[in-house]
Structure formats: structure tokens, C-alpha cells
């Protein structure tokens, strides 16, 4: 079966990074977006980021461009995303998720999620 698997998540200060990877098993990975979601308590699930299927198309949330970057590597099926400048408000269960070609900012346009990793940004 489909699995997505993030990791890299923790605590770090405010101006930091991290990075998150996202390893996926159980589909044909050249042939799917993937997207980054985020979602605090309370709240929708928020796109953050997404990558097109060849890894030739990237769209962001305005919150995030010129600080976060996503990337793909289709040989080891795997999607990252680097997260630089790292806000308070950045605090959220940080998902990956996969769907067919195109990328999508609605999260229930996704078939595949990950179970999440939690990033938490201290001031």
C-alpha cells in the first residue's frame, strides 16, 4: 500500500531551519505532485507548498515564499522541504501528500498523506 513517511520535524528558535523529508512507497513517485500542508489545532489544513510530478513546477503559500523551498528526487522517491527564517507562526503538524500529475492547493484534491511531523518555533 501507499505509504508517506515525514520526518525531520523538532523545536528550533526563531531564524533557524530545518528540514523536512518525505519518503514515499507504494506508487509510481514520478508520476505524482506533492504538497506540503501544515495545520495547528483548530484550524483548516493549510497548503504551504507543492511540486509538480517531473519536479518542474513549484507553487508556494505568499506566507512562505523566499524562505521555504521545495525539491524532489524522483530516484529515491522522495520529496524535501527546506525551511529557512523560521517564524513562531511557521508552529504547525507539518504533512507531505501526494496526487495524481498537477499540483493542487486544496488539501482534498490529495490522496495521500503522510502522518505528519510537528515543527515548533520558539521566539
Known amino acids: 500500500q501507499v505509504q508517506l513517511v515525514e520526518s525531520g520535524g523538532g523545536l528550533v528558535q526563531a531564524g533557524g531551519s530545518l528540514r523536512l523529508s518525505c519518503a514515499a512507497s507504494g506508487l509510481t513517485f514520478n508520476a505524482y505532485a506533492m504538497g506540503w500542508f501544515r495545520q495547528v489545532p483548530g484550524k483548516e489544513r493549510e497548503f504551504v507548498v507543492g511540486?509538480?510530478?517531473?519536479?518542474?513546477?513549484?507553487r508556494y503559500a505568499d506566507s512562505v515564499k523566499g524562505r521555504f523551498t521545495i525539491s524532489r528526487d524522483n530516484g529515491k522517491n522522495t520529496v524535501y522541504l527546506q525551511m529557512n527564517s523560521l517564524k513562531p507562526e511557521d508552529t504547525a503538524v507539518y504533512y507531505c501528500?501526494?496526487?495524481?500529475?498537477?499540483?493542487?492547493?486544496?488539501?482534498?484534491?490529495?490522496?495521500?498523506w503522510g502522518q505528519g511531523t510537528q515543527v515548533t518555533v520558539s521566539s
Open positions: 511540486v509538480s510530478a517531473s519536479g518542474g513546477s513549484t
Open positions: 501528500a501526494a496526487r495524481p500529475s498537477s499540483i493542487q492547493v486544496s488539501w482534498g484534491l490529495y490522496n495521500y
